[in-house]
Structures are given as C-alpha cells and as structure tokens.
C-alpha cells in the first residue's frame, strides 16, 4: 500500500522568503503526487498535481512542486511567501486503478512579519 | 467551477441522537463522492466512498451502520451519524469527482462540517 510523510509538523517563515514543504512517498511505481492547502476550519483547495511528464509542476498562488522519483519526493515551493499563505498543507498520494487518495499528516505554515 | 458545498458548516448535538450532514456537487454531477474525518491537528482519514445509486463503500474499522451514507443523486450524497456520542466529535469533509476514473481525478473537496456531540 502506499504511504506518504510529511517531515515537518509546523514551519515558520517570514513574510516574503522563500518556502519548501517536504512531501516523501512510499509506492512501487509511480505514484499520482498531489498537494493541498487547508485554511482554518475550511475545506481543502488543490494547489498542483503530478501524473507523468514534466517532473516541475506549476500550480495556483505561485506554488510549484517538483517530482523526484530517486528520492521519492515531491516538495512544494514558492519563491516569496504572503502572509495569506498562512495555512495547513496536505501531500496526497494516489495509485494507477484506485480511485483513493491517502494524505500524509500535514505540514502547518506560520508566517511572521 | 467545481463547487462543493456542505450544510451544515456546524452542528452541535446531544449524545444519542442522528445528525444529517448533506454534501453538494454545485456545478458539476458527480459520479464519486467521498466522506473524510479530521481530527485536530491531524490528517484526513477516508471514512467511505459512496456511488450514485449504489452502495457505500467503507474502509476498515469504519461503522457502516453507524455512519450511513446515500447518495441519491449525481449532486447530493448525505452522511448520518447514528446515536452519535461525544467521541463522534470531528470535522467531517467530502469530497467529489467528476468522473469516475482513478486517482488522476481531481478530488473537489467541501468546507467541512464541525460536529460537537455533547
């Protein structure tokens, strides 16, 4: 079965620097890769996915992530950070033939000033 | 486009008895629809997937006469919580895809349902 694990529980940067999220998955082939981004008491909103292809891919709100099957990871990134970016973020992995997605633990992003 | 709403956002119940939680496919029909529990500061566990006009289907360790879900339409599943009790306290989301795929298949997800059994 597959799996996914999301390293760090909560994350503080400041307003304007650079973010990476980590995301590492756990599957035989390769995997459907998704992230996700959940503000309080919301429901959660897709950011990027990753099928085939291209192994950066380019989402909403300046997010990108990029797909490398050596380390079996998919880390979200943004250049510059808004403090609107204040939020819980899902990894999600999903498999070939399996309508199911499982998401890791999540990562909590704190934006100070 | 691809809106899915819940209702009611929060609920508040005694113990013992049901509480209806509704989702809706806005724009779109929605051959798939699936029911998530959130507890605090952890992640989303997959309680069900659910099919127009067939039966749910549960995952391990999931009460299916506990937690009843229908989905009678293209546009509507509802989850209930039978005899609800204070440790049925969670966020519920749905989810719901336009087609009936595999994982490539984006998942639109609800705003979520806060139940509070007291």
């Known amino acids: 079965a597959q799996s996914v694990t999301q390293p760090d529980i909560h994350i503080t940067v400041s307003e304007g620097a650079s973010l990476e999220l980590r995301c590492n998955y756990s599957?035989?082939?390769?995997?459907?890769l998704f992230w996700y981004v959940q503000s309080p008491g919301q429901g959660l909103q897709l950011l990027l996915k990753?099928?085939?292809?291209?192994?950066l891919v380019q989402g909403i709100k300046g997010f990108e992530a990029e797909f490398k099957r050596s380390q079996s990871s998919f880390n979200l990134r943004k250049p510059s950070v808004h403090w609107s970016d204040a939020a819980e973020y899902f990894c999600?992995?999903?498999?070939?033939?399996?309508?199911?997605?499982?998401f890791g633990t999540g990562t909590r992003l704190t934006i100070i000033p | 486009g691809a809106v899915v709403s819940q209702h009611p956002s929060r609920v508040i119940c005694k113990s013992g008895t049901s509480v209806k939680i509704e989702c809706r496919s806005l724009?779109?029909?929605?051959?798939?629809m699936f029911w998530y529990r959130q507890f605090p500061k952890q992640s989303l566990m997959l309680m069900a997937t659910?099919?127009?006009?067939?039966?749910?289907?549960?995952e391990q360790g999931v009460e299916k006469d506990k937690f009843l879900i229908n989905h009678a339409s293209l546009t509507l599943s509802t989850l209930t919580v039978t005899s609800a009790h204070p440790e049925d306290s969670s966020f519920y989301i749905c989810?719901?895809?336009?087609?009936?795929?595999?994982?490539?298949?984006?998942?639109?997800f609800g705003p979520g349902t806060r139940l509070t059994v007291l």
């Open positions: 989810s719901a895809k336009v087609a009936s795929g595999g994982a490539e298949d984006t998942q639109y």
């Open positions: 599957y035989g082939a390769t995997p459907y």
């Open positions: 990753y099928f085939s292809g291209d192994t």
């Open positions: 999600a992995v999903g498999v070939y033939g399996n309508e199911k997605l499982t």
């Open positions: 724009d779109f029909q929605a051959t798939t």
């Open positions: 659910s099919n127009e006009g067939s039966k749910a289907t549960y």
